[in-house]
C-alpha cells in the first residue's frame, strides 16, 4: 500500500464515546500532521510531529489527544466531542531536512460526525 | 503571521486558460505551494516555488515574484474536474507549519 492512509472514513460517535483515528503513511517521511477542516473553512493546523516528537499544538482542546508511535504512525484518541467538532480530519506526511519543509501529502481524511 | 490574498471564486470555460494570482505577506520566506482540493477530499500537491520564475509542470504552471510577494497558478486546457478549490500556500521562518487559506473555488463550465 503506497501513500497516506487513514481509518476509518467516516465515524459518527455520540458525545460519551471514546474513538480513535489512525493515520498511517508509506512514504518515509518524519513528519506528520493533524488538521482539522469544517465546512467552508480553511484546514486548521492542530498538531505536527517532527521524528515522532510533538513539535506544535495549536490550542487545541483536551479531549483530542494525539499519539506517535513511530514515524510511520499517527493517532486522534477522541473524547466527550462537541456536535461542533464535526469536521473531515485530515492527516499529513512530509519529510523534513534542516528545518526546511516540503510538500505535504494529505491522507483522504475522516468525516466524523458528533451526534 | 501570515497574510494570503487570492480571489474567493472564478469561472471559465472548458479548454480555456485560467489564472489565479496570489499576493502574500509572510515573516520570513521559504517557498510556496499551491494545493488543488475538490469538494469533500483531502488537498493535493501542485506545485513548489523556492525561486522566482516560472515552472511548469504539464497543463499546469506556476510563478512566483519574491520581491512583490506574488505568485500565480496558470491552468491551461481546462477540463470539467478542474473544478476545485486552489490553495496557494507560502511558508517562512523554517520549520514546518504551513498555513491554508480558503482558497479559489474555480468552476470550470461548458
Known amino acids: 500500500e503506497t501513500g497516506v492512509t487513514q481509518t476509518p472514513r467516516h465515524l459518527v460517535m455520540g458525545m460519551t464515546n471514546k474513538k480513535s483515528l489512525k493515520c498511517e503513511q508509506h512514504?518515509?517521511?518524519?513528519?506528520m500532521y493533524w488538521y482539522k477542516q469544517s465546512a467552508k473553512k480553511p484546514l486548521e493546523l492542530m498538531f505536527v510531529y517532527s521524528l515522532e516528537e510533538r513539535v506544535e499544538n495549536n490550542s487545541v482542546p483536551s479531549r483530542f489527544s494525539p499519539e506517535c508511535p513511530n514515524s510511520s504512525h499517527l493517532f486522534l484518541h477522541l473524547h466527550t466531542l462537541q456536535p461542533e467538532d464535526s469536521a473531515l480530519y485530515l492527516c499529513a506526511s512530509s519529510q523534513e531536512a534542516s528545518g526546511n519543509s516540503y510538500e505535504q501529502y494529505f491522507g483522504p481524511g475522516t468525516r466524523l460526525t458528533v451526534t | 503571521g501570515q497574510n494570503i490574498d487570492q480571489p474567493t471564486e472564478m469561472t471559465a470555460t472548458e479548454g480555456a486558460i485560467v489564472q489565479i494570482n496570489c499576493t502574500y505577506q509572510?515573516?520570513?520566506?521559504?517557498?510556496l505551494f499551491w494545493y488543488q482540493q475538490h469538494a469533500g477530499e483531502a488537498p493535493t500537491f501542485l506545485s513548489y516555488n523556492v525561486l522566482d520564475g516560472l515552472e511548469e509542470k504539464g497543463r499546469f504552471s506556476s510563478f512566483l515574484s519574491r520581491s512583490k510577494g506574488y505568485s500565480y497558478l496558470l491552468l491551461k486546457e481546462l477540463q470539467m474536474k478542474d473544478s476545485a478549490s486552489y490553495l496557494c500556500?507560502?511558508?517562512?521562518?523554517?520549520?514546518?507549519?504551513?498555513?491554508f487559506g480558503t482558497g479559489t473555488q474555480l468552476k470550470v463550465e461548458l
Open positions: 512514504l518515509g517521511h518524519n513528519a
Open positions: 509572510t515573516s520570513g520566506f521559504n517557498g
Open positions: 500556500v507560502p511558508f517562512g521562518g523554517g520549520g514546518n507549519k504551513l498555513t
